[in-house]
């Protein structure tokens, strides 16, 4: 089980910036897919951003342009760069991790962290 502890988030002003960062309880080189999800009250929970081993990564609509995804292997740590921020990017931010091992995908979730973007 991969241990995750987010943190970075806070209250910020509309067109502001933030970084949340991720900090998983071992190496991230391989960890498949790390990604960060977002909750808001009363929504599902949904992707927000991921990043393959690969180097690949992928974004939610809403947030190209705006997010950028990044890994730190030297420091285990997964970050999500934050720009242009809106009221509707409050929400609750959660890191993940997937890994691929004996034909099943195994996935961690850290405790979360909020996020609240002020008009």
């Known amino acids: 089980q991969v241990q995750l502890v987010e943190s970075g988030g806070g209250l910020v002003q509309a067109g502001g910036s933030l970084r949340l960062s991720c900090a998983a309880s071992?190496?991230?080189?391989?960890?498949?897919?790390m990604g960060w999800y977002r909750q808001a009250p009363g929504k599902p929970r949904g992707l927000v951003a991921q990043s393959t081993t690969s180097g690949d990564s992928t974004y939610a609509d809403s947030v190209k342009g705006r997010f950028t995804i990044s890994r730190d292997n030297a420091k285990n740590t997964v970050y999500l760069q934050m720009n242009s921020l809106k009221p509707e990017d409050t929400a609750v931010y959660f890191c993940?991790?997937?890994?691929?091992?004996?034909?099943?995908?195994?996935?961690?979730w850290g405790q979360g962290t909020q996020v609240t973007v002020s008009s």
């Open positions: 071992e190496s991230i080189f391989n960890i498949n897919i």
């Open positions: 993940s991790s997937r890994v691929a091992r004996d034909r099943r995908w195994y996935v961690d």
